[in-house]
């Protein structure tokens, strides 16, 4: 992919400065002692000019367009398609304002089958009409292995969405392209070898090394003399995706507490917006331990929350209300135990009574069999415990009966007067049930409000939800340029670069890194640049000279768009 919709300027070496600024002083005597501000004292100082909060963009669905009068006319109008695998980008190659240079449709190249598709239901979604991505994150499928498409059904669909939303007929469809839409001639090219044609002055073609980074993967292109050398061509399984996967995981396990709002969306954010490459990974490393560096440097990323307390809003007499409301729910809920006690010891008592009677009536065969169910050994036995069981039986009804009392006068009278302590004495279960139902209000809570001194939390909620992304500024794009940060067996850039270079004469090598072409959306990173010309310092032989150019245009659809205004018409791809 080609562009992946970050436009930034390769000369810059970190975002908010800094990142080039060397700290003299004793800086690392402060190592073990990190100096971070204390939840209070941000609270009371002034908003800090430090913390991002994450926009979570939202896409709007994209309307049915009309190709125009322009894509009509008489001559052939050509319909690019940048089949990213991270956006996809569609629209037709018309100069002047109708439609515009610029593509019409933007979309994500991913879809989701909803649950009940099959069977008349809501069907596929594709694109921007997915909305927000993390509802439906364990539903989204690519037709990208890697940056290859290998799911032609999935690829379908997104073809079918960007026709669709451009106003193009698309009845009778069976195939892709031809078979499908009845296209008369397509022209297939390469990304990064577009953006290379167009990049270069005046179109020029000539040698160079291309250094092409997206989504899903990186690939290292040697051109020369205007024919790509596909045999000395590389591939490192490393891009974007992989490094909002690591900054997610790094995030992660920093912030347990905020597992669910660290999604892959808001690490795409950060990736896009607040990383940058370091020139040298490790100095960069050691800058981050002074407690100073740190402090100007990292970047607050605010998470959403909700400052309303549920405390701090009930006033006394609120809070007494409550509490009444809680004890009238206890005594209900101790009056039913009372009742389906009483119950059981009513029931019980009943079949003793019923046993008593086997004995009177002088059915002793029955009766020694009924002693022996209960577990009893004679008739005397039987007796007590009938006498214990009627007093229980007697004493709970009284319980219910003072229970049921009880709440008539609370509710007919709910002045705060001194109640009858015989009729309202609640039982000892009672009391310790109130105790550990509700700690929010003590036993001492005075009847009549008294002034109470205000007391400035230490507690800050908007503090709690802070990410403080320091060091993972630069740790999650380092992966391309360092494989094994993720337990990747393969090389990096700079070891495939060497790699290519060592393949081709001397003369051949110094040719090509006088045009060492950066581009990508992965490639957009502040300080790229002059990490790639340290690398190639590295590697290059003492004095030899080598160049980086800086790209204008990095999106793969306008680099397109640009090649076919310049000479699709003149000649058959």
Same mark, same amino acid.
């Given at each position: 992919?080609?562009?992946?919709?970050?436009?930034?300027?390769?000369g810059?070496?970190c975002?908010?400065?800094?990142?080039?600024?060397?700290?003299?002083?004793?800086?690392?005597?402060?190592?073990?002692?990190?100096?971070?501000?204390?939840?209070?004292?941000?609270?009371?100082?002034?908003?800090?000019?430090?913390?991002?909060?994450?926009?979570?963009?939202?896409?709007?669905?994209?309307?049915?367009?009309?190709?125009?009068?322009?894509?009509?006319? *008489?001559?052939?109008?050509?319909?690019?398609?940048d089949?990213?695998?991270?956006?996809?980008?569609?629209?037709?190659? @018309?100069?002047?304002?109708? /439609?515009g240079?610029e /593509?019409?449709?933007?979309?994500?190249?991913?879809?989701?089958?909803?649950?009940?598709?099959?069977?008349?239901?809501?069907?596929p979604?594709?694109? +921007?009409?997915?909305?927000?991505?993390?509802?439906?994150?364990?539903?989204?499928?690519?037709?990208?292995?890697?940056?290859?498409?290998?799911?032609? $059904?999935?690829?379908?669909?997104?073809?079918?969405?960007?026709?669709?939303?451009?106003?193009?007929?698309?009845?009778?469809?069976?195939?892709?392209?031809?078979? #499908?839409?009845?296209?008369?001639?397509?022209?297939?090219?390469? !990304?990064?070898?577009?953006s290379?044609?167009?990049?270069?002055?005046?179109?020029?073609?000539?040698?160079?090394?291309?250094?092409?980074?997206?989504?899903? @993967?990186?690939?290292?292109?040697?051109?020369?003399?205007?024919?790509?050398?596909?045999?000395?061509?590389?591939?490192?399984?490393?891009?974007?995706?992989?490094?909002?996967?690591?900054?997610?995981?790094?995030?992660?396990?920093?912030y347990?507490?905020?597992?669910?709002?660290i999604?892959l969306?808001?690490?795409?954010?950060?990736?896009?917006?607040?990383?940058?490459?370091?020139?040298?990974?490790?100095?960069?490393?050691?800058?981050?331990? #002074?407690?100073?560096?740190?402090?100007?440097?990292?970047?607050?990323? &605010?998470l959403?929350?909700?400052?309303?307390?549920?405390?701090?809003?009930?006033?006394?007499?609120?809070?007494?209300?409550?509490?009444?409301?809680?004890? %009238?729910?206890?005594?209900?809920?101790?009056?039913?135990?009372?009742?389906?006690k009483?119950?059981?010891?009513?029931?019980?008592?009943?079949?003793l009574?019923?046993?008593?009677?086997?004995?009177?009536?002088?059915?002793?065969?029955?009766?020694h069999?009924a002693?022996? $169910?209960?577990?009893?050994?004679?008739?005397?036995?039987l007796?007590?415990y009938?006498?214990?069981?009627?007093?229980?039986?007697?004493?709970?009804? &009284?319980?219910?009966?003072?229970?049921?009392?009880?709440?008539?006068?609370?509710?007919?009278?709910?002045?705060p007067?001194?109640?009858?302590?015989? &009729?309202?004495?609640?039982?000892?279960e !009672?009391?310790?049930?109130?105790?550990?139902?509700?700690?929010?209000?003590?036993? $001492?809570? /005075?009847?009549?409000?008294?002034?109470?001194?205000?007391?400035?939390?230490?507690?800050?909620?908007?503090?709690?939800?802070?990410?403080?992304?320091?060091?993972?500024?630069?740790?999650?794009?380092?992966?391309?340029?360092q *494989?094994?940060?993720?337990?990747?067996?393969?090389?990096?850039i700079?070891?495939?670069?060497?790699?290519?270079?060592?393949?081709?004469?001397?003369?051949?090598?110094?040719?090509?890194?006088? +045009?060492?072409?950066?581009?990508?959306?992965?490639?957009m990173?502040?300080?790229m640049?002059?990490?790639?010309?340290?690398?190639?310092?590295?590697?290059?032989?003492?004095?030899?000279?080598?160049?980086? /150019?800086?790209? %204008?245009?990095?999106? @793969?659809?306008?680099?397109?768009?640009?090649?076919?205004?310049?000479?699709?018409?003149?000649?058959?791809?």
């Amino acid at each position: 992919m080609c562009g992946g919709g970050v436009s930034r300027d390769l000369g810059g070496r970190c975002v908010g400065g800094g990142a080039s600024r060397r700290l003299g002083g004793r800086c690392g005597e402060g190592r073990g002692q990190r100096a971070r501000s204390k939840m209070a004292a941000a609270s009371a100082a002034g908003p800090p000019t430090n913390v991002f909060p994450f926009r979570d963009a939202r896409a709007a669905p994209d309307p049915v367009l009309e190709a125009g009068p322009v894509a009509h006319g *008489p001559l052939p109008v050509p319909l690019v398609l940048d089949n990213g695998s991270f956006q996809a980008r569609a629209g037709w190659a @018309c100069p002047g304002p109708d /439609p515009g240079p610029e /593509p019409r449709l933007q979309f994500r190249a991913v879809c989701a089958r909803g649950r009940g598709g099959a069977r008349g239901g809501a069907g596929p979604q594709v694109g +921007n009409a997915l909305g927000s991505l993390e509802p439906l994150r364990w539903m989204l499928r690519s037709p990208f292995d890697r940056n290859v498409p290998v799911n032609l $059904e999935l690829q379908e669909l997104l073809l079918d969405y960007s026709f669709q939303h451009l106003g193009v007929s698309s009845q009778m469809m069976s195939e892709l392209l031809f078979e #499908c839409y009845g296209i008369p001639t397509v022209a297939y090219g390469v !990304d990064s070898l577009f953006s290379f044609y167009h990049n270069n002055p005046k179109n020029l073609i000539s040698s160079g090394l291309i250094i092409s980074s997206g989504y899903q @993967c990186t690939h290292i292109l040697p051109i020369l003399e205007g024919r790509l050398d596909a045999k000395n061509c590389k591939r490192i399984n490393l891009g974007g995706s992989q490094a909002a996967g690591y900054l997610q995981r790094l995030l992660q396990l920093k912030y347990p507490g905020h597992l669910a709002a660290i999604t892959l969306s808001r690490m795409e954010e950060i990736l896009h917006e607040h990383s940058y490459i370091a020139e040298d990974y490790v100095e960069e490393l050691q800058k981050w331990r #002074c407690p100073d560096y740190y402090e100007n440097n990292v970047h607050k990323m &605010q998470l959403p929350f909700s400052s309303k307390l549920l405390g701090s809003t009930l006033t006394s007499e609120e809070k007494q209300e409550r509490r009444q409301q809680q004890l %009238r729910r206890l005594q209900e809920l101790n009056a039913r135990r009372r009742e389906e006690k009483l119950q059981l010891d009513q029931e019980r008592l009943d079949r003793l009574l019923y046993v008593q009677e086997l004995l009177e009536d002088g059915q002793m065969d029955q009766f020694h069999k009924a002693l022996i $169910e209960l577990n009893m050994d004679s008739p005397e036995e039987l007796q007590s415990y009938i006498q214990k069981l009627s007093a229980a039986v007697e004493q709970a009804k &009284q319980k219910i009966l003072q229970a049921e009392a009880s709440l008539e006068v609370d509710v007919v009278d709910s002045k705060p007067e001194t109640p009858d302590l015989g &009729q309202l004495e609640p039982s000892l279960e !009672d009391v310790e049930n109130i105790n550990d139902f509700e700690p929010l209000f003590s036993e $001492e809570t /005075p009847e009549v409000e008294k002034p109470v001194t205000t007391v400035q939390p230490v507690f800050n909620l908007a503090a709690y939800h802070q990410l403080f992304v320091g060091t993972e500024r630069i740790r999650a794009p380092e992966i391309i340029f360092q *494989p094994s940060l993720i337990g990747e067996e393969q090389a990096g850039i700079a070891e495939t670069l060497q790699y290519i270079l060592d393949r081709y004469p001397k003369d051949v090598q110094e040719l090509l890194v006088q +045009n060492v072409f950066l581009t990508g959306g992965n490639m957009m990173y502040p300080g790229m640049k002059v990490r790639i010309e340290k690398e190639l310092l590295e590697m290059r032989p003492f004095q030899s000279s080598f160049q980086v /150019p800086i790209v %204008r245009v990095t999106s @793969c659809f306008e680099n397109s768009l640009n090649y076919l205004f310049s000479g699709y018409k003149s000649s058959k791809v």
